[in-house]
């Protein structure tokens, strides 16, 4: 037991963790303010407990096996059918259908599926740094993102998807490959969407799409959510108006204030102090994933922590641009802070994983050491 707590006091960092446990924190404080008998913030402090079991327990291994091919493809295998089976046994949850129904609790394989395919990237361009040039890279890149992709679309979750497209895209980026030939992916995909737009789609589809980029242009539908989001951010003013008192939560102007719109409530209430805190806190995070990126004893590491940040940030962003009204309604997530088990598990063992990989950095350190000094005899 002793070593144990030796070892997590030297894997763990501890800084990124306060930050992760800090927002996560406020998320519950939020879900507790509105109503007594409100069972969301009892049941996501059980969620963060295990949570961080997970992370600590994630910290203490060794992560290098995953270098090897095998544990990749069969990880990857397993997420992509978890996601086929959906069609089979899913449960329909707005209008999606994305969870497995277990009874006392329900499971998004969503979540590990994002993570597996950072992975894989991670792998993938790992090996091949030398001719990453090559602009098969990104078609076959794209090809394994693009199954991921159209597995969630078609359930459909459109707001995962776009997590998806956007985790590929930073991994492309972050690999070197070459700018021409991704500029020339891009321009195909826009050409594509424009003809699309002009010769084939409906004048009714077409409204539709108008509706999901633009909710507030229909305020009595498809826009009611993003407008009473922005309500509620705008009247937190600069200190807010206190715990428990966020009027747009508490009288149930604002739907989903536990998980999609947790940023809007806890806006309302703690005002833009509030969001400066939640925002510093956030950029510790993003910081310290970078860092220990940059630390990783090999491409597969640095990679993987690239992609990591990428995942999260990109959750960031669409949740608070969407509560602010400058994005559509997609359902994602505030990353640790809003209500849900899968997506909390799957965040705090993401981050497990990379703070494992200081095992690894100083396995290396250790070699290079002994071999130093072998080669000094």
């Known amino acids: 037991m002793k070593n144990i707590f030796v070892k997590l006091k030297s894997s763990v960092d501890w800084l990124l963790f306060g930050a992760i446990f ?100 991670a792998k993938y361009f790992s090996r091949r740094h030398i001719e990453i040039a090559n602009v098969r890279h990104i078609v076959v890149s794209g090809f394994y993102a693009f199954f991921v992709f159209m597995l969630v679309f078609l359930q459909p979750d459109f707001g995962s998807a776009i997590i998806i497209f956007s985790i590929w895209f930073a991994m492309i980026l972050f690999s070197g490959v070459s700018k021409k030939h991704l500029a020339f992916v891009l321009v195909s995909g826009i050409v594509v969407s424009l003809s699309l737009w002009f010769f084939v789609l409906e004048d009714y589809q077409k409204q539709r799409i108008v509706s999901f980029i633009n909710p507030l242009a229909d305020l009595s539908g498809a826009g009611y959510n993003a407008y009473q989001s922005t309500i509620a951010v705008g009247s937190g003013e600069i200190f807010g108006k206190g715990v428990g008192l966020g009027s747009q939560s508490k009288l149930q102007f604002l739907p989903e204030y536990e998980t999609d719109f947790i940023f809007a409530a806890f806006s309302e209430e703690w005002g833009f102090v509030g969001v400066l805190i939640i925002f510093s806190l956030y950029g510790i995070i993003f910081w310290k994933i970078i860092a220990i990126s940059k630390k990783g004893s090999t491409n597969f590491e640095t990679l993987y922590g690239l992609g990591l940040g990428a995942f999260i940030f990109s959750h960031f962003v669409i949740n608070v641009g969407m509560n602010i009204g400058l994005l559509p309604i997609t359902g994602i997530t505030m990353p640790f802070m809003s209500y849900g088990g899968s997506h909390m598990v799957a965040e705090f063992f993401a981050i497990g994983i990379l703070m494992g990989q200081k095992l690894s950095a100083r396995s290396v350190e250790k070699e290079k050491e002994k071999n130093e000094i072998v080669g000094v005899v």
């Open 22 to 121: 800090f927002v996560s924190s406020f998320g519950i404080i939020t879900m507790n303010s509105f109503g007594e008998d409100n069972i969301f913030s009892t049941r996501q402090l059980i969620w963060l407990f295990i949570s961080t079991i997970v992370l600590f327990g994630a910290s203490l291994v060794d992560w290098r096996f995953l270098r090897k091919t095998g544990y990749i493809v069969i990880l990857f295998s397993i997420s992509c059918a978890l996601l086929l089976f959906l069609f089979v046994a899913g449960s329909v949850f707005k209008g999606a259908k994305s969870w497995f129904d277990l009874g006392p609790f329900a499971f998004q394989p969503v979540d590990f599926a994002k993570i597996t395919l950072i992975l894989l990237l």
